[in-house]
């Protein structure tokens, strides 16, 4: 009991080690990841390519997916070249599986140290942001070390090896296990390590690593579908699109997890780079065989996920739920929706001097109805802020949230007053 309580004690500091990096490099570098990613979108290889450093930062294929899909829902960039990026993007989360496998638990204290240090000593700015990435990092690699202890001692048991016995040559059942932890730990690079180091240890056979390895990338993508379950259709066909992609991979891959032992692993320098090595040749495969198909996997989801026949958008437009996870973003979202409650203030304003002129009273009362519009914007907006972590913003990205939460005020307040004017000139009209 013990020792299965140490291993699920490890598992849980792989996954919130791997948290604590995505959500440190995202606070320190949110708006320039966006706009690396929005300004690569020219061809299919450069976005795959922006995927995939953008990926390597965050450690977190998820968080890119979820980042992308925001930029097609507010209709910055199209689905096909989103599903580009997603290629990359698998392929940026496998080198760093590859990376961590490596023994390198001789840095967990000094990443921790300095983490610490840095945490504590400037925790509101960047270098306290640092500090949260490396603390991540540290705490990642002592992870690994204690998963390869605590499994060790549970070869013994008789139970492990029944329940080993029973998954063993079941493929199926690998892969549906791998995606359920997957979706459990919001990370398949844990769960790849995870599988890495317990294949080493020799707690799981190296065909059930593999197909558990398969199950982890599918689950990455299952996260992201779930993740955006109540978004726009935008946003989800480029998720649903990128499950495809992996489904695709997983069929045509799982028939050569036999070949990958027979002829690959016993040139493999260990058992646990067999694995994230499989990992990785797996998603060069996809990203590298499939790329030529994101036109026609769009245009399949595109059908199987078609957008409201209606031409007027659903209002508010750009505030993405999905954004919420990156703070920057989310920020940004907020603002453009700012800027639409602005342009409809604008119209009101503008209006005026229509009714005055031409005694319209019907734009008149069209312009009245229009502050019910500016109301539920500002409520929306304001509520959308509110869900934001304030403690995972920057001090600019403060006062940029401030300023919105000012300026809807404001633009609330305005229209109020225009409603009244119009009022007022019905009334001596």
Known sequence: MKHLLNLLAAIALLVWGTHLVRTGVLRVFGANLRTMLARSMGNRFSAALSGMGV???????????????????????????ALAVMRGADVGTALMS??????????SPLFIF???????ARQAGTAGRV????????????????VMQASGPMLA????KMVLGSVRSDIALEIILGTVLA?????????????????????????VALGLVLGANLGSGLVAVLTTAKSAVEVRQVTVGNLVFKVMGVLLVAPFI?????????????????VVLFHLAYNILISVGFIGFTQWVARAVAWLLPKPESAQRRRPQHLDPSALSTPSLAISCAAREALYQADVVETMLLGVLQVIRHNDQDLAERLRKMDDEVDELYSAIKYYLTKISREALGEEESRRWADIISFTINMEQVGDIIERVLQDIEDKK
Do not use: C, K, N
């Open 157 to 160: 048991s008789p139970v492990i």
């Open 55 to 81: 990926t390597a930062l965050v450690q977190s294929s998820t968080a890119t997916s979820l980042m992308t899909s925001s930029f097609v829902g507010q209709g910055l960039i199209t689905l096909p070249a």
């Open 114 to 120: 300095v983490g610490v240090v840095l945490f504590i």
């Open 183 to 207: 979706v459990l730990a919001y990370s398949s690079l844990a769960i790849v390590l995870l599988i890495a180091a317990m294949a080493a240890s020799h707690v799981v056979p190296l065909d």
């Open 131 to 146: 500090g949260r990435v490396l603390i991540g990092l540290g705490l990642m690699l002592l992870a690994l070390e204690m």
């Open 98 to 107: 590859v990376l961590f496998s490596l023994d390198l638990s001789w840095l």
């Open 258 to 274: 036999g070949l990958w032992l027979r002829h690959l692993q016993p040139h493999m320098p260990g058992t646990a780079q067999g």
